[in-house]
């Protein structure tokens, strides 16, 4: 089952003189003398002192497991609450983590030991109430009602829920009328959790008693938030109780311990009455299981070498270690029915067993060494990953074992062959294999593996048409060395800055020097070698990459800039190879020339470095890096319209000549055939035309008006006054008579 934002839990803790007897399971203190070992005292607990051990073991489980999880609203919250002549709740407020066993200790060693002369009843009149009062309180995901951890609702409840509209208030209600919030509104998600109580009874009557109190103030505290308007209070839907008896050793009791059962339609509650000791972190294992539906797995087999005496050898001795972790890793084993989740059903067949005085069974799986040569595709497919902790953290079988994987190794889980397991292949080798323990992040994971057959992955045929074809022309070598540039690391924070400094506007944006650097050593980066040109030749440009993947630009790094282009500019003349080896590229024809190979290398440059370079630097002054690189980016358009001008010359030059041969060659054909009859006609010389070259850019408008202009001067008349005045100005009609107009208007 699944465990949301509303799901919280209390440890209620008797502060009461009960807690203060000692528990009668003296502890032997032994000093080691050379290979010897010599008991010099006893030291006997209190029962306060157990019920806080077994109070932190249960926080270390829940840290362990569920510290890594980064979503608040998944967060497992736990509060305490002390139960004396006043009653305490150790924190004030459930907040969004889980609370620090730093901060249980402050609160704990404060509050001191119980005393002998209160002979108050903590527990039934301060601590229940406190634990339900603090129950009922939302936490901060609650308020939220972020569910998206919630456990999933039944489809019936969905479509109930689908199909429910409320009445939307009209416009002129009072607000009196629509400010008030209904017990559906105030509630965001059911108001869950577990209840655990330390107490100290003899008689089962007083556990009885205890149940049907804690019932009747869930009741009472209902009653009382219907009628409050607090949306940070939400009536208890339903609450599990763990009542925990401890007694010391020579007290003589009739409490039983007693199985989950229903009080009331708000309350179940079971019962755990054990003798003070190591059976109490037994049961504090089995509480945790219970709530937070987690399960045991031990590992059994574990070879260790003993300490040698003096004069004999060591000698190896299989040990078992037990973990706790969540239940999905079970899941593969409880389809094949190797591990069941009912601790009432018959085990015979399968691996789980009891182990020791624990009220829980374990799953028990051997100790396999994987084979240190083994091929990545022999290991089976993983299902699961989630976090382990040792049941006996500070034993030396789990700090043996917590070592060895921290170290980097890692540790298969071989199933024994049981009843049920018959028909399962081998996974690994000859060897069937459940789980592997392995540290990645500084902790332990166990991962669950796919132990019985898969019908799609397993499919030999799907597998040759899924398998991808190998990569040809990758550019391997240069995407691990981008990577290792690109890698981020924390700063050291330097204590002389002030903290209280102004950030920039560019400073709320999350990494965004390294995001630009990024985008800039990327803009250009094809994935094949096939694929690219300037990358072939890494000795032409290896300077001028260098430089521009710094973000800040000097005056000599410009001018080494410019010096890398000017020896590029001079290799069009030169007969010496762009490259030192030849490679196949797409961008350009084999066999092209080099004037193609310098035109491509100088539009790469221009358009797919220099330009985004320019637009994303700063243009703050004269001198800032963005005018040095237009100053480098002119030097490369005039080295290139230089180019494109003497290749454009160079057919012209060539049809002139072509058309004067053709000329002369025709003038003397025309007079060897002057004696010929019936030769046919001479046809006149073909006048040179412009020969265009390939992907060449003309102005149409300007190439046209051109033409027009040069045929209408060549079909030009000139008014023939003005050719006969010549410098003179030109009269116009000097035949007309101008004399007899002006006597006829008289």
């Not at 339900?132 to 995901?141: C, G, P, R, V």
């Not at 999905?328 to 059903?345: M, P, Q």
Request: with cysteine; aromatic share 6%; glycine share 4%.
């Amino acid at each position: 089952m699944g465990l949301g934002p509303d799901h919280k839990v209390l440890v209620v803790l008797d502060h009461g003189s009960r807690f203060a007897k000692n528990a009668g399971n003296p502890l032997n203190i032994t000093l080691k003398e050379s290979n010897t070992s010599r008991t010099v005292g006893k030291c006997d607990k209190s029962l306060w002192t157990w019920c806080v051990e077994a109070t932190l073991e249960l926080h270390r489980v829940v840290f362990d497991l569920f510290s890594g999880e980064h979503d608040a609203g998944c967060a497992r919250l736990v509060r305490l609450v002390l139960a004396d002549c006043v009653g305490r709740v150790l924190q004030p407020r459930w907040g969004t983590e889980l609370v620090t066993q730093q901060e249980i200790l402050n609160s704990l060693s404060a509050i001191g030991l119980p005393s002998t002369s209160d002979d108050s009843d903590g527990v039934a009149l301060s601590g229940i109430t406190l634990a339900i009062e603090a129950l009922s309180q939302l936490s901060d995901a609650q308020i939220k009602g972020d569910g998206s951890c919630a456990p999933k609702k039944k489809e019936g409840r969905t479509k109930e829920e689908r199909s429910n509209f409320s009445r939307v208030p009209k416009c002129w209600e009072t607000p009196s009328t629509s400010s008030v919030t209904s017990e559906s509104d105030r509630k965001v998600v059911e108001n869950t959790g577990s209840v655990v109580i330390f107490t100290s009874f003899a008689e089962d009557e007083r556990l009885t008693e205890l149940e049907n109190e804690v019932a009747d103030v869930i009741n009472c505290r209902n009653r009382i938030i219907k009628s409050l308007q607090d949306n940070s209070f939400s009536c208890i839907n339903h609450v599990k109780l763990y009542i925990i008896n401890v007694l010391p050793n020579d007290q003589i009791s009739t409490a039983t311990s007693k199985p989950f059962r229903e009080i009331s339609p708000t309350l179940s509650s079971c019962i755990f009455s054990r003798p003070a000791g190591d059976q109490l972190i037994s049961v504090i294992h089995s509480v945790s299981i219970n709530i937070y539906d987690l399960v045991s797995t031990t590992i059994s087999g574990i070879p260790m070498k003993e300490e040698a005496q003096q004069g004999q050898s060591a000698v190896a001795i299989n040990y078992d270690v037990e973990l706790l972790h969540r239940r999905e890793a079970h899941t593969e084993l409880e389809r094949l029915g190797l591990v069941t989740t009912n601790a009432t059903e018959d085990f015979t067949g399968t691996l789980m067993v009891y182990a020791g005085s624990a009220t829980y069974p374990t799953a028990r799986l051997v100790w396999s060494t994987p084979v240190p040569k083994g091929r990545w595709n022999t290991f089976p497919r993983n299902r699961h990953a989630s976090r382990v902790t040792p049941s006996a953290v500070n034993s030396r079988p789990s700090v043996c074992l917590s070592s060895y994987l921290l170290q980097g190794r890692n540790v298969m889980l071989e199933v024994t062959r049981v009843a049920k397991c018959e028909g399962l292949l081998s996974n690994v080798g000859a060897k069937l294999i459940a789980h592997t323990l392995i540290a990645h992040g500084g902790h332990i994971y166990i991962h669950a593996n796919d132990v019985g057959p898969h019908g799609v992955l397993d499919c030999q045929a799907t597998r040759e048409k899924m398998q991808l074809k190998k990569a040809a022309n990758g550019r391997i070598s240069d995407f691990v060395a981008l990577m290792k540039e690109s890698s981020l690391h924390l700063p050291v924070p330097d204590k002389t800055e002030s903290n209280e400094k102004p950030l920039s506007a560019t400073s709320a944006v999350a990494c965004v020097q390294p995001r630009r650097q990024l985008l800039r050593v990327t803009r250009y980066w094809p994935l094949r070698t096939d694929h690219c040109f300037i990358y072939n030749i890494p000795k032409r440009f290896d300077a001028l990459f260098a430089i521009m993947r710094q973000p800040q630009l000097s005056t000599v790094d410009a001018d080494k800039c410019k010096q890398v282009i000017h020896q590029l500019a001079a290799l069009k003349d030169s007969r010496e190879r762009l490259g030192e080896v030849t490679t196949a590229t797409r961008l350009v024809k084999e066999g092209s020339s080099r004037f193609v190979l310098m035109t491509l290398v100088f539009i790469i440059l221009q358009k797919s470095y220099l330009l985004f370079v320019i637009s994303q630097s700063e243009r703050t002054s004269s001198e800032s890096p963005s005018w040095k690189w237009l100053d480098i980016w002119e030097t490369t358009s005039i080295i290139r319209r230089s180019m494109l001008r003497m290749k454009r010359q160079e057919p012209t030059t060539a049809n002139f000549a072509v058309a004067s041969a053709s000329a002369m060659s025709s003038a003397a054909s025309e007079v060897r055939n002057m004696s010929r009859s019936n030769s046919p006609l001479p046809k006149k010389p073909r006048k040179s035309m412009y020969l265009w070259k390939p992907n060449e850019t003309l102005n149409l408008y300007d190439y046209l008006v051109e033409k027009e202009e040069r045929h209408h001067r060549a079909h030009w008349v000139d008014f023939v006054g003005r050719v006969k005045a010549g410098n003179r100005p030109a009269h116009l009609y000097p035949n007309l008579d101008l004399s007899a107009a002006s006597a006829k208007q008289d």
